[in-house]
């Protein structure tokens, strides 16, 4: 089928989705910058995956950690190499290329200062789980005070998220550069994502590195005796809730840009897209207060405010819904799907890009159904610091970003490094994904399961709670270990094949697949690329949801606490 556009369509469908000719493969140079941060993150994965697999052992209740380790140990291990490294080192290496691919080639000054962030955050890596590693930061990845670690720990932390912001400088700069040889023209989509995803997550970590600069350093070093544990928990939470979407924009921009060219389609709305996601920069960030409804130092009014912002936030998600599925849709309809869902059966199942993605899509239902409970002020107080929490989290970034992130890696390597997606890499990343599923499926449920029936969370006591109660659970918790090793399963091949995809696959060009935009799409407003506007409007809603319970929680201090170490 020929379609014909005019002049001014095919022009605003190529400058919306970034798609020049002399840009279709990511320079090299750049391509070593991205591979150095992919490669960072599943070698955290495989690590992150063993702890998780040893954590669902010991919570069955049929295994005991050797001697040399504890189950603290190992659950911080599994919390910050896969909540924390794998994600940002992964996040920062795709968008690099990204905007390398729909901006241009990096100049040789931004190239080196992604690498500095790089190495920044590497360095912080290695000084952090040294401290996980010797028992000296058993403090899980949210390292609650008053549970205190060695202040290297700290440190290392404060590194890991300084890289990050060097890293998304030079991604700015590059795209400042494209926006003033380009002006009057709508950015890149995929290069005004990973710009907005850049800008929420600096916003969102200040409360995070006030807190360790200014609150765990000193205490940990002895600088300071005591510390507000009330407060240092919101600085966490106006960082740890927005994190959620730092994790989950970049799957979006995969969805979004990447899907759409891989299934033969092109996007649905350049302007919904870009929408989408200047509603998540304002609405991410004043939520954190719904992670402390059981706190008693925060007034209940800002509680239920914050819970209205959190429900807010769902609505980008449902608009993305929407425009993913009329995308696939239209493109099912196209290749002859008759019906309500014969275009369902349409779509190339067979392709591990697509395959893993969508996967991640449909686990990303219930997932917001579990968010949506874990938001609302009543039906909180059933699973807060459950394990269901935990459940939740599994299906949202270990199954929705994680299986999104793992499609891409086998397209993405082979692009940066001249290699090629083989057939066969095609099929095992397929069973990888499916197994994947399968096991999150088991381990997910029995999570929820158990949390609604009270099996606390952060936990290695399987009996806790007493004899009739933890035989109740024990069951859920068996299941758990039957599906947390199916996944480990999974790990195994997924990182087998990166090393190849990496290191052994045939030399050849793989295409990094950007979709152009649908002819006659209506042009983006100017407004929804005018980052003054939303960030002043993104700060006059921070200042709203956090400027008098921070005052409350400062002026009602009591002398704090003054931590303790080796809990465990």
């Not at 609302?376 to 807060?384: A, D, G, K």
């Amino acid at each position: 089928m020929t379609t014909t556009t005019t002049s001014k369509e095919t022009t605003q469908s190529t400058v919306s989705s970034g798609l020049k000719g002399k840009l279709e493969q990511v320079d090299r140079r750049d391509g070593k910058l991205a591979l150095a941060h992919i490669y960072v993150a599943f070698i955290a994965l495989l690590l992150g995956g063993i702890a998780g697999l040893l954590q669902v052992l010991v919570r069955s209740g049929q295994f005991e950690l050797p001697s040399f380790l504890n189950y603290y140990q190992v659950l911080t291990v599994h919390g910050v190499l896969l909540g924390l490294v794998l994600t940002t080192f992964f996040i920062m290496g795709f968008q690099a290329a990204g905007v390398s691919r729909v901006c241009g080639t990096f100049t040789e000054k931004q190239r080196q200062i992604g690498w500095i962030g790089f190495w920044l955050s590497t360095v912080g890596l290695v000084l952090a789980a040294a401290m996980v590693l010797t028992n000296k930061a058993s403090v899980l990845y949210t390292f609650y005070a008053p549970l205190q670690a060695h202040w290297v720990f700290y440190l290392g932390l404060a590194l890991v998220i300084v890289g990050s912001w060097v890293s998304s400088l030079a991604q700015a700069m590059k795209f400042n550069e494209w926006r003033r040889a380009n002006k009057g023209q709508a950015t890149p989509l995929l290069a005004f994502m990973a710009i907005v995803n850049n800008l929420l997550w600096f916003v969102a970590t200040l409360g995070v590195a006030v807190e360790v600069l200014f609150q765990l350093i000193p205490w940990s070093m002895g600088l300071v005796e005591r510390v507000d544990v009330l407060l240092s928990k919101t600085l966490f939470w106006y960082f740890g809730h927005p994190l959620v979407y730092f994790w989950l924009l970049p799957a979006y921009m995969v969805w979004y840009v990447v899907i759409p060219k891989i299934i033969g389609g092109k996007i649905f709305s350049d302007a919904l897209a870009k929408l989408t996601f200047m509603l998540f920069l304002i609405l991410s960030v004043p939520v954190g207060l719904h992670h402390q409804f059981t706190e008693p130092g925060i007034d209940p009014l800002w509680k239920f405010i914050q819970t209205i912002f959190t429900m807010f936030v769902i609505v980008p998600s449902l608009m993305t819904a929407f425009s993913l599925f009329a995308t696939f849709e239209l493109r099912g309809r196209e290749l002859g799907g008759k019906g309500v869902f014969g275009w369902f059966k349409k779509l190339p199942w067979n392709d591990c890009r697509f395959l893993l993605p969508f996967i991640g899509m449909v686990a990303f239902i219930p997932g917001v159904a579990g968010g949506i409970v874990n938001a609302s002020y009543q039906l909180n107080e059933l699973v807060h610091n459950t394990v269901w929490v935990t459940g939740h989290f599994h299906l949202t970034v270990a199954t929705a970003v994680a299986l999104t992130f793992f499609g891409t890696a086998f397209w993405l390597i082979p692009h940066l490094n001249g290699r090629k997606l083989t057939k066969r890499v095609n099929g095992l990343a397929n069973a990888s994904g499916i197994l994947w599923g399968i096991g999150m499926t088991i381990m997910s449920a029995s999570m929820h399961v158990a949390g609604l029936l009270g099996a606390p969370r952060r936990s290695a006591y399987s009996t806790y709670g007493g004899s009739a109660q933890a035989e109740e659970w024990i069951s859920y918790q068996v299941a758990q270990a039957v599906g947390g090793s199916i996944l480990f399963v999974a790990i195994l091949v997924i990182v087998g094949l990166v090393l190849y995809v990496g290191f052994f696959a045939p030399k050849g060009q793989e295409e990094f697949p950007i979709a152009e935009l649908v002819p006659g799409a209506a042009k983006t407003p100017p407004a929804l690329e005018n980052f003054k506007l939303w960030g002043v409007i993104m700060i006059a809603i921070i200042i709203f949801a956090y400027t008098i319970p921070i005052i409350d929680i400062i002026a009602n201090s009591q002398l704090g606490s003054k931590g303790f170490n080796n809990l465990w």
